[in-house]
């Protein structure tokens, strides 16, 4: 097969695959022709050399990394948009320039946050479980939300926001029958009852209910 037909397909194959939504990435199982299980589906030949397949592909890789230069704003910033990856950043000064290599945090923040709440939304869900949090004991790159010397990432400060968010903080006075009502998640609740001579502590808890749950306190 004419290795330019081979290379037009393979281009099309990443292209289209690479603007679904679903697509996070793509792997190719191998590249070296004496390694491959199909014909012609190499990159490189028996002999090393780089065949029209890889050239598309090298030039795909370049076109898909991000390169951006221009001058901040007259707030100092920078603004662009890129792929969830690792960038390396210099910054010239009139003086020096500086190097930074920094990873999109509040983007991969931000999906997480997006994550958990459609997750949680759904009616179905009675709970999310995070398999892991610190990043030496992750098995996917950029998933931690607490970094190998024990500092809480960009991700991990989303979650303990969206956490406090999601438990049921609520105070008031009791009505004229004597009733607090208020709504929560179904949890263990620590109840707290201050009257002018003392304060009472009642723990209770919420089960899966289709009615109001009622909870009389003696004082």
């Known amino acids: 097969m004419n290795e330019y037909v081979i290379a037009d397909d393979l281009e099309v194959m990443l292209r289209e695959a690479l603007a679904h939504l679903a697509v996070e990435g ?12 199909r014909d012609n589906a190499h990159l490189v030949n028996a002999e090393g050399d780089i065949n029209e397949a ?3 592909f090298l030039a795909l890789k370049q076109k898909w990394l991000s390169h951006s230069h221009a001058h901040v704003d007259e707030q100092g910033h920078f603004n662009f948009r890129g792929f969830y990856e690792t960038y390396n950043v210099e910054a010239v000064t009139p003086l020096k320039k500086i190097a930074k290599t920094f990873l999109l945090d509040k983007v991969i923040a931000d999906d997480l946050e997006v994550m958990l709440r459609e997750t949680f939304a759904h ?7 995070l398999w892991g949090f610190w990043e030496l004991f992750m098995s996917r790159d950029n ?14 400060n989303r979650f303990l926001a969206l956490k406090q968010e999601w438990l049921s903080h609520s105070h008031a006075h009791v009505d004229e ?3 607090f009502n208020f709504r929560g998640f179904y949890e263990t609740y620590n109840v707290e009852t201050v009257t002018p001579s003392k304060k009472i502590p009642k723990t209770f808890v919420l089960d899966k209910c289709d009615f109001p749950m009622v909870l009389p306190i003696d004082l």
Do not use: C, S, Y
Not at 143 to 156: R, S
């Open 177 to 179: 029958q004597g009733h």
């Open 143 to 156: 998933a931690h939300l607490v970094n190998a010397e024990g500092d809480i990432n960009e991700a991990g």
């Open 123 to 129: 009616p179905t869900v009675e709970g999310i479980m």
């Open 26 to 37: 793509i792997m190719l199982w191998g590249f070296w022709e004496l390694f491959m299980t």
């Open 54 to 56: 890889k050239n598309r």
